[in-house]
Every structure is written in C-alpha cells, then in structure tokens.
C-alpha cells in the first residue's frame, strides 16, 4: 500500500495526484491512495479546497481512510499542526518526506514496501516518462460557451499564452522577483521574433497592472485579457493555457501543469529558476526555453 498526501492548491494538488499516477504504473500491484484529510477538517482553507476529482472526470484514485494513513504515519488531519509534528516528531519508518521539492528523488521508484508520501514533488522527472497516462487522468470537462469560444481562438491562430501571478507573491520572497516586468519584457521580445502574428492571451490575477505594464511591452500586436474564469471556475484558465499555441508561463505550478498539459508543438518561455533558493531545481522540462 501506498499513499500519497495532498495539500496546497489545485496546482500542487495535481503534482501530488501526478506522483500517485506515477506509483500506480511503477507498482501495478500495489494498492495506491491519496490522503485528502486536511481539506475536511477545519484549519486549512486555501484557493478552491480539493480540486482534483471536481476538475478532472478521469481522475479515480480512491483517498485513504484515516485507518489507512494511522498505519504508515501520523494521522493529524489539521495541516498546520501535522507541519509542525512533522518537524518535531521523528520520520516513521514507512514514511517519505520530499524535503527539496523542485529535485528528483530515484529512491521513489525503489519502494518496495509500504509508504507514505509527503511533499509536494515538483520535478518533471518524475513525470515525463508517464506523460500520456496523466495527459489521460487530466482530460478536462466540456467546456461553457465562453471557453469553448476561447480554445477555438487561440487553436485557429499563433496564439501566446502569457501567466502573470501576482497576489500572494508579491509578499512571498521566495518566489517574489523572478518573473518581474523585466522577465516578461524579455519572453515578449523573443516570441514576437520567433512567432509571426502573434496574438497574446493574457491570464493574471491582477489584470489592472498587465494592461499598465503588459500592454505597452506588446506593442501593436493582437491581446485579449481572459477574464471570464473566477473563483470556483479559476481552473478554467489553466485549461486554457494548455490550447494555447505557445507559452510565457510563470513559476507557478497553475502555469506549469498549463505548459505541461499543452499538446501544441509550439514555444514554452519559462524563467530559469522556480524559487529563490540555492538548490538544485528541476522543475522546468528540458525543451523549454529559459529567459536569463
């Protein structure tokens, strides 16, 4: 038995699901769980609550009881005070804790015992030789009339994708800096030389400051602001990064599952880091183009 614990929004939600995707064909015989207690207890209210199952029609790993997950770690539904018994409390013996989340660990295709996964596992190794086997289980839904609209526009041109996060990461220093107005400058620049026509798609949670700071980069080119997908339906605009012909993502997971899950053979501009850390980071795929 193995379990897998999600936490965070639907973006490291699916790179949890996607590490429990990734285990269900390293160990076909092997009973595969995720662990979603902290979304039903009070104590942990972020983005949308649990996504997965909500987004995705394909998605059919079945969540641990918490009799399952009391065998092979602590089971403290709370998040917050499971974080901080987990740095007090030693490792259990049938626990694994992704200590550097943008690295890849080859330990976790080795396993051969029961396990509890604990992190958020953000590196693209562990999943690009499983790639249409998630491409499956993230199939989205049919779309409304809005976004069927959408995906049919940015289909029938040479569309670019640009992801602007701002919000949280203003205040977070771990990931505030990196794609600054500087980075977008640069991304704009190479895929209008690299693209012709293009016509930028530009999804934010700060729409105000791209049509202040975005919108003048872009020059005469063709933009539309998707402003359509909020609250419960936000998920929708990482969908529709994934039509996108080409992408300026962010260092975030929303942007990166929209890369990922992107079937074009267009351009993807990342930045050439994900965090503010001296670490190794693994979380961009190798054909993606770093702007420095």
């Given at each position: 038995?193995?379990?897998?614990?999600?936490?965070?929004?639907?973006?490291?939600?699916?790179?949890?699901?996607?590490?429990?995707?990734?285990?269900?064909?390293?160990?076909?015989?092997?009973?595969?769980?995720?662990?979603?207690?902290?979304?039903?207890?009070?104590?942990?209210?972020?983005?949308?609550?649990?996504?997965?199952?909500?987004?995705?029609?394909?998605?059919?790993?079945?969540?641990?009881?918490?009799?399952?997950?009391?065998?092979?770690?602590?089971?403290?539904?709370?998040?917050w005070l499971s974080r901080v018994v987990?740095?007090?409390?030693?490792?259990?013996?049938?626990?694994?804790?992704?200590?550097?989340?943008?690295?890849?660990?080859?330990?976790?295709?080795?396993?051969?015992?029961?396990?509890?996964?604990?992190?958020?596992?953000?590196?693209?190794?562990?999943?690009?030789?499983?790639?249409?086997?998630?491409?499956?289980?993230?199939?989205?839904?049919?779309?409304?009339?809005?976004?069927?609209?959408?995906?049919?526009?940015?289909?029938?041109?040479?569309?670019?994708?640009?992801?602007?996060?701002?919000?949280?990461?203003?205040?977070?220093?771990?990931?505030?800096?990196?794609?600054?107005?500087?980075?977008?400058?640069?991304?704009?620049?190479?895929?209008?030389?690299?693209?012709?026509?293009?016509?930028?798609?530009?999804?934010?949670?700060?729409?105000?400051?791209?049509?202040?700071?975005?919108?003048?980069?872009?020059?005469?080119?063709?933009?539309?602001?998707?402003?359509?997908?909020?609250?419960?339906?936000?998920?929708?605009?990482?969908?529709?990064?994934?039509?996108?012909?080409?992408?300026?993502?962010?260092?975030?997971?929303?942007?990166?599952?929209?890369?990922?899950?992107?079937?074009?053979?267009?351009?993807?501009?990342?930045?050439?880091?994900?965090?503010?850390?001296?670490?190794?980071?693994?979380?961009?795929?190798?054909?993606?183009?770093?702007?420095?």
């Amino acid at each position: 038995m193995k379990i897998v614990n999600i936490m965070g929004g639907l973006g490291n939600q699916m790179f949890q699901y996607a590490l429990a995707i990734t285990l269900k064909e390293i160990y076909p015989n092997e009973d595969i769980y995720i662990d979603t207690h902290h979304y039903k207890y009070n104590g942990y209210k972020i983005h949308q609550g649990f996504e997965i199952y909500k987004v995705f029609p394909n998605a059919n790993i079945p969540q641990a009881n918490w009799t399952k997950v009391a065998k092979l770690s602590y089971f403290i539904p709370n998040f917050w005070l499971s974080r901080v018994v987990r740095k007090i409390f030693p490792i259990r013996k049938y626990e694994f804790r992704d200590n550097m989340h943008y690295c890849y660990y080859p330990l976790v295709a080795n396993m051969n015992h029961d396990c509890y996964y604990d992190g958020y596992w953000q590196s693209y190794k562990y999943f690009l030789p499983y790639r249409d086997r998630i491409l499956h289980a993230y199939s989205h839904r049919e779309p409304n009339e809005y976004n069927k609209n959408m995906i049919q526009r940015m289909e029938s041109c040479n569309s670019v994708g640009i992801h602007v996060r701002r919000g949280d990461y203003k205040t977070s220093p771990q990931f505030y800096g990196i794609c600054d107005l500087d980075y977008y400058k640069k991304a704009i620049k190479q895929a209008k030389a690299k693209i012709d026509n293009p016509f930028f798609f530009i999804f934010s949670d700060d729409v105000d400051w791209c049509k202040k700071n975005i919108s003048p980069i872009i020059g005469n080119s063709e933009i539309n602001y998707v402003t359509e997908n909020r609250g419960v339906d936000s998920y929708w605009d990482m969908l529709l990064l994934s039509h996108c012909r080409n992408l300026i993502i962010a260092n975030s997971s929303f942007s990166w599952w929209g890369a990922f899950l992107n079937k074009q053979t267009g351009l993807i501009f990342c930045p050439p880091h994900w965090v503010n850390r001296n670490e190794k980071q693994e979380t961009p795929l190798e054909y993606w183009i770093k702007i420095i």
